[in-house]
């Protein structure tokens, strides 16, 4: 039990499980927010512009709404369509990223070519371009932030592996005869999976932030529907007579984006303390790929026939 006690007090003790724990806390909270809200985001509860009390902790907006609830709620519509932004960022950023880095012929080229007129706008200029063509509308802001991502990946993906396409375990897995995708998948993608998971905790801390704007700008989310960004336009003008109205919904927002970009960062730290470990612990050398004739007899199940 104390040897239990121990390693949990470790693991708290991490710099990245705190902030893993907020940005777990705000989820839950969002997605909870039905049974933890205290009125309808939507409902006039009380009197406008009602300071924070223990009736409304967060206080009521420019309309008499509470505040609170529509934090709890918008932040269902902030971190959703983020992690679908990602997602779908991911979801062809890397494949893509695979095939530019590893096939190296015409395909690399057009990829990596339309990824840099992509690159050549910024990332919320392009966003809005695509709203702007695609129509306002959460959906349509969750796409094209998703869009607007995609040449992260890519470009990330694609200078990961061609820094691995030389590495002994990819050399050894040609010899014994694994086929490209094989190659891909079995091998590179596991070996830079950390680097992914840094840039997905990133970006999704950058999708939040380019969502919230969007949506303060009026392109996605419109009003009574609670959301962070919009929440803050439609209070901005009553900042004098109740800071509370958009303080509450601007510190969800800094605080989703902080929590998203320092586990990234501790992720990074973390993976690079466990790979120092690797290389420097005497399991290493017998765990080494072989190449050459070695490898072939050592894995006879994957040479060709």
């Known amino acids: ?13 991490r710099p990245g499980t705190l902030v893993g724990l907020i940005l777990l806390a705000l989820i839950l909270a969002s997605i909870l927010a039905p049974v933890i809200a205290p009125d309808d985001p939507e409902d006039l509860v009380a009197t406008k512009l009602m300071a924070p009390s223990g009736a409304h902790l967060m206080g009521t907006d420019q309309l008499g709404r509470d505040v609170l609830s529509r934090v709890l709620y918008g932040g269902r519509y ?12 991911a979801g062809a950023g890397i494949p893509l990223g695979l095939i530019a880095g590893y096939v ?4 690399a080229a057009l990829i990596m070519r339309v990824m840099d ?11 809005l371009v695509i709203v702007t063509i695609a129509g306002q509308g959460l959906p349509s802001v969750t796409v094209a932030i998703g869009i607007a991502f995609i040449p992260i990946f890519v470009r990330l ?26 190659i891909v998948v079995r091998h590179i ?53 109740g800071w509370w109205a958009c303080t509450f919904p601007g510190l969800a927002i800094a605080i ?50």
């Open 104 to 107: 190296r012929a015409w395909p």
């Open 117 to 127: 007129v992509m690159l050549a706008f910024p990332g919320l200029l392009l966003a």
């Open 157 to 182: 993906v694609y200078g990961a592996v061609l820094s691995a396409r030389g590495a002994d375990y990819v050399l050894a897995a040609r010899l014994i005869g694994c086929s490209p995708g094989r």
């Open 189 to 241: 993608l596991p070996n830079i999976s950390g680097q992914i998971i840094v840039v997905v905790s990133s970006a999704f801390g950058w999708a939040i932030l380019t969502g919230t704007v969007l949506n303060f700008l009026g392109f996605g989310v419109q009003p009574p529907t609670p959301e962070w960004g919009a929440d803050l336009a439609a209070s901005k003008d009553w900042l004098s007579q």
């Open 78 to 89: 902030t971190l959703l369509s983020a992690a679908v932004a990602v997602l779908i960022a």
């Open 1 to 13: 039990m104390t040897a239990a006690l121990r390693r949990a007090a470790a693991f708290l003790r």
């Open 256 to 305: 989703a984006i902080l929590a998203a970009n320092y586990f990234g960062d501790a992720w990074a730290v973390g993976s690079g303390r466990r790979w120092r470990r690797r290389r420097s612990s005497p399991a290493l050398e017998a765990s080494t790929p072989l190449v050459g004739p070695a490898a072939v007899a050592a894995s006879p199940g994957e040479a060709t026939p």
